[in-house]
């Protein structure tokens, strides 16, 4: 199922939106993390009109998405230039999910700096693939090619990657939107250190966005294990665009079971 048909299904309800969690968009029992916050996304533009851009989102993601999914959208505060939004997704069983978004226009300043630049790695095209046999789930929604760093379950490497990821069908979806879709699509990098599979749960996540964001095919998405204890693991992570722009910085708290 492509992205646009998997949002296509969120309709209004009752002053709320609701949607039978999309098929082939799964990990494990729940929806993927990453088709959760774009579902928060799109309920928060399509309730919401003349939204300035996302420049900031977090995630709680805390049941199962599954079955039939109800996104509650709330508008906490609107000022000239920023606004700031909530969604709370709930399943038959309760909560899945708690999205804080704000949003602010564009002002005029005297400052200006990167110091982000990409990674320097071949172009995805001479990249082998990230995982060596197919995987199903989500990932079947999306190409991957290991640009840097190890492959998930190579105890010893460093437990970091850098990879190329691109949607295979996100036409007619907002920028935005399609972004959120694809920036949680990797394994925890923590996985490298693995020395068997084993479950993985995001516990939260933040992302916060260098607008404007366009559309484009592939993205350079980095992850960093920067510590690993308790049977949780603290994440780091980058996207950028192919021209070398960053569009996003992120953060992860991960629940692991290995």
Sequence with gaps: MSLRAALDGLAGDGGAFAIEAPEGWTQGRTLYGGMTAALCA????RSLADLPPLRSAQFAFTGAAAGRLRFEVGLIRQGRS???VAVDGFAD??????????YGAARESQVGHDAADAPRVAAPEDCPP???????????????RLAA?????SPGA?????VWVRHLDHAGVDPVVSLLALADSLPPAAMVAFPAPAPISTVTWSLDILQPVQAGEWRL?????????????LQAMSLWSREGRRLAAGRQTVAIFA
């Design 130 to 144: 990230f995982f060596e046999a197919p995987r199903g789930g989500f990932f079947q929604n999306f190409e991957m």
């Design 221 to 233: 998405l980095s992850s960093a294990s920067e510590q690993a204890a308790d049977g949780y693991s």
């Design 149 to 153: 760093g190890a492959r998930p379950m």
């Design 82 to 84: 920023s606004s700031f």
């Design 158 to 162: 460093e437990p970091a990657f850098t």
């Design 93 to 102: 069983a309760g909560p899945v999910a708690r999205a804080l978004f704000a």
């Design 42 to 45: 799109e309920a928060a533009r």
